[in-house]
């Protein structure tokens, strides 16, 4: 494809995204939010509580899964949690599972937002390899849950290279003692990232020991 291709249908893209959201962004200047798009609002540094319901109430409304994820990631916020928590992980469930990137997102999400009332939908959706690298953001959100029930599940994504690094933040923000001797062969993990991370969840899990 020529690179004039590509920006017209980038371009495209672009216009139809902007279509799509233009009756959400009306209701978002109604409440007062001068913003052009759902970006300039995520990035406003602002607290936008009073425009959350807006958003839950188009998210499953709107068709395209960009669209779709600008709302997720809006709605990626402290303020969201246990309010967007069920409509956002219910696209999890419609989205195709090809939509690999849409699907992280929503992971990215419920890193955010998601409590111990959706721990278990987490589980069984780390558990699933088919999920994918899609699954790297639900694990670190098991972690920031802290329910010591998914301790035994991450041990077990310790040897998927795909989330690897991720159950190891994961169990050190849990403190699971019983995680040390996996935590200590990943401590020369391949990745510096995930070493990194193993010394940081072994740091964790001696600190509470003591």
Do not use: C
Request: net charge neutral.
């Amino acid at each position: 494809m020529k690179t004039d291709d590509r920006e017209q249908q980038r371009q495209a893209a672009i216009a139809e995204h902007a279509r799509a959201t233009e009756p959400i962004i009306a209701e978002l200047r109604a409440l007062g939010f001068e913003v052009a798009t759902l970006d300039e609002l995520r990035r406003s540094g602002k607290n936008y509580s009073r425009a959350v319901p807006v958003l839950i109430n188009w998210l499953p409304k709107v068709q395209g899964l960009d669209v779709k994820e600008s709302i997720i990631r809006t709605l990626s916020v402290p303020w969201a949690k246990g309010v967007a928590t069920r409509v956002v992980l219910d696209e999890f469930y419609k989205s195709p599972t090809e939509a690999m990137n849409f699907r992280w997102a929503v992971g990215n999400a419920m890193e955010v937002i998601a409590d111990e009332a959706v721990a278990g939908e987490l589980l069984e959706i780390v558990a699933n390899p088919s999920n994918g690298m899609a699954r790297q953001m639900f694990v670190m959100a098991l972690g920031k849950i802290g329910s010591s029930a998914s301790i035994p599940v991450l041990l077990g994504l310790l040897r998927q290279e795909e989330v690897a690094g991720h159950a190891v933040d994961a169990l050190g923000r849990l403190q699971a003692v019983e995680a040390t001797e996996e935590l200590q062969r990943l401590a020369a993990h391949g990745k510096p990232w995930v070493r990194k991370a193993a010394a940081k969840a072994l740091a964790r899990i001696a600190k509470a020991a003591s």
